[in-house]
């Protein structure tokens, strides 16, 4: 049964180096968790990361700059962007059967994002792209963004909402007070992180985006980004969205969830009752979620699906996801 991981990440020099000239290495904590033995795996796209694919039972990664990706560089990430697809497509081709491209875009310039991507998936055979949500004060649910969203649909590639530090003023008014390292978890992997990205796909439901584009597919890691526990909150909003169906349609028809490495059957129970086991999709969060001892087999092996299940699970999910990608 092949294991394939959707959430998986990667880094360049370029990308650091840019990241370091911006001085988001100050400003923004994920940026400088990216170091030590985590830096060296996300640079790493050889031998050790497939010796730790191995150890973990995963047979495929889907590679995808780590966030913040490129949301805070401006016109020059057009190239940046460029250079880091070519080296994702260079690494898919060295290890054929082991590794699968989702396109960086220069997501703060939208139309050449869009063509970046056209690019990426038409020429390089990507099958999706991620992306972290805000880029300065926009929502990804701004008209500015339209055309990565909309080309997205056309080529009927998925878009994997990653998580990304929440803006400054958020994280003075609801993840500080504590010493600078707390406060530095809280607001990213503690809980800043996942409250983000999920009211980025509750705010493209709410902006009517799927009214607009029915074929637009959402990927949501770790569960669902919070979304899923509140689904119930989110459909009283039904009598005042003014969207064409009730929240609870979109959940089923656009959102895929994903693992992220969070190994817990009954998230996978509550994922599952929300959104479909047709709608469930694995990954490890590589680097950041990695654990020795078959960790990612022996989840798929106790996960308590059935044996179609587990298949689906596995890689079948996803691979129906992309088959119908227009190239």
Known sequence: MTLLGIEEHVLTPEV???WRALGLDAVDPCVAFHSSAIERRLLDVGQERIALMDETGLDVQVLSLTTPALH????????????????IAETVASHPGRFQGMATLPVSMPDEAALELDRCVRSLGFVGTMLCGRVGPDNLDHPRFEPILRCAEALRVPILLHPRTPPQGVREAYYSGFTPDIDAALATYGLGWHYDAGLQFVRLVLAGTFDRMPGLQIVLGHWGELVLFYAERLAAM???AGLAHPIAVYLRRNLYVTASGMFLPHYLGRAAAIVGTERLLFST???YQYRPGQDARRFLDQCGLDEAGKAAFASGNWLGLTQSIVR
């Open 72 to 87: 805070d560089l401006g016109p020059e990430s057009v190239e940046i962007a460029r250079r880091t697809n070519d080296a």
């Open 238 to 240: 039904d009598r005042v």
């Open 16 to 18: 650091t180096e840019a």
């Open 285 to 287: 969060d590589f680097p």
